[in-house]
């Protein structure tokens, strides 16, 4: 089932949105080819979200270890470079058509900044509630799925009735649907079952099922009240 737009109309251009889907695109090209001289390990282990390693360094800088401070610092900087990242095709594509759906309505709405202080912000709070939830993970946690999360939770609070224009692939024949918006509040979830398809060549396993559920409830409920307190006259 593949969202394609919506039937909301905005006369604002999503500035903000397309940046981002650029941002993502070219970053995931240069994995690619880092891909391909087997260095993107290197730089996955050194910019995802490793909640072990995060919370043992916390420890130790309160045990008056000076060194972890830099530990700490350098992982939190870590957050908001982590939703940059992708491990899988599946992932990359899942994520930015969602991005692309989604984010531009919302952004008509929000405004260029407000929609991208959401975006950080919610990915941001994805990752610390990661950290918190599985304090004893020690493989990085990648990807935009918090951000957008909150974007999923902010359109349907203001546009609950919304129609969202689909696909729905059988074989080589696609056929045109039109799906309420709630459907795709499912569907976020259960197609992250299948971001393993497509993986990049990254030392260490990565699971795309479940390791951050709770995070992106999170997220997507702090886009849902996001939306919601801008409401409010």
Same mark, same amino acid.
């Given at each position: &089932? $593949?969202?394609?737009?919506?039937n909301?109309?905005?006369?604002?251009?999503?500035?903000i949105?397309?940046?981002l %889907?650029?941002?993502n695109?070219?970053?995931?090209i240069?994995?690619?080819?880092?891909?391909?001289t087997n260095?993107?390990g290197?730089?996955i282990?050194n910019?995802?979200i490793?909640?072990?390693?995060?919370?043992?360094?916390?420890a130790n800088?309160?045990?008056n270890?000076?060194?972890a401070w830099?530990?700490?610092?350098w992982?939190?900087i870590s957050?908001?470079?982590?939703?940059? /990242?992708h491990?899988?095709?599946?992932?990359? /594509?899942?994520? /930015?058509?969602?991005?692309?759906?989604?984010?531009k309505?919302?952004e008509?709405?929000?405004?260029?900044?407000?929609?991208?202080?959401l975006?950080?912000?919610?990915?941001?709070f994805?990752?610390?509630?990661? $950290?918190?939830?599985?304090?004893?993970?020690?493989?990085? %946690?990648?990807?935009?799925?918090g951000?957008i999360a909150?974007i999923?939770?902010?359109? %349907?609070i203001?546009f609950?009735?919304a129609?969202?224009?689909?696909? /729905?692939a059988l074989?080589?024949?696609?056929?045109?649907?039109?799906?309420?918006?709630?459907?795709?509040?499912f569907w976020w979830?259960?197609?992250?079952?299948f971001?393993?398809i497509?993986?990049?060549?990254?030392?260490?396993?990565?699971?795309?099922?479940n390791?951050s559920?709770w995070?992106q409830f999170?997220a997507?409920v702090?886009?849902?009240?996001? &939306?919601?307190?801008?409401?409010?006259?």
């Open positions: &089932m $593949i969202p394609v737009d919506d909301i109309r905005s006369w604002q251009k999503p500035i949105n397309y940046w %889907i650029g941002i695109l070219v970053i995931f240069w994995e690619i080819k880092l891909d391909t260095e993107l290197y730089l282990n910019l995802g490793i909640p072990a390693q995060i919370n043992q360094a916390i800088a309160f045990l270890n000076s060194a830099v530990v700490v610092f992982r939190f957050l908001p470079v982590s939703l940059f /990242l491990g899988s095709f599946s992932q990359f /594509l899942g994520n /930015l058509l969602f991005l692309w759906v989604f984010g309505t919302v008509g709405i929000l405004g260029h900044k407000q929609y991208l202080l975006y950080l912000t919610a990915g941001f994805c990752g610390i509630v990661q $950290i918190i939830l599985l304090s004893d993970l020690t493989i990085p %946690i990648i990807g935009a799925n951000a909150s999923l939770g902010a359109y %349907i203001k609950p009735q129609k969202i224009y689909s696909v /729905l074989l080589i024949l696609y056929i045109p649907v039109e799906l309420p918006v709630i459907f795709y509040l979830f259960i197609q992250q079952l971001y393993g497509g993986s990049l060549n990254i030392s260490g396993s990565f699971s795309f099922s390791v559920y995070g999170a997507l702090t886009g849902a009240t996001f &939306m919601r307190l801008r409401q409010k006259p």
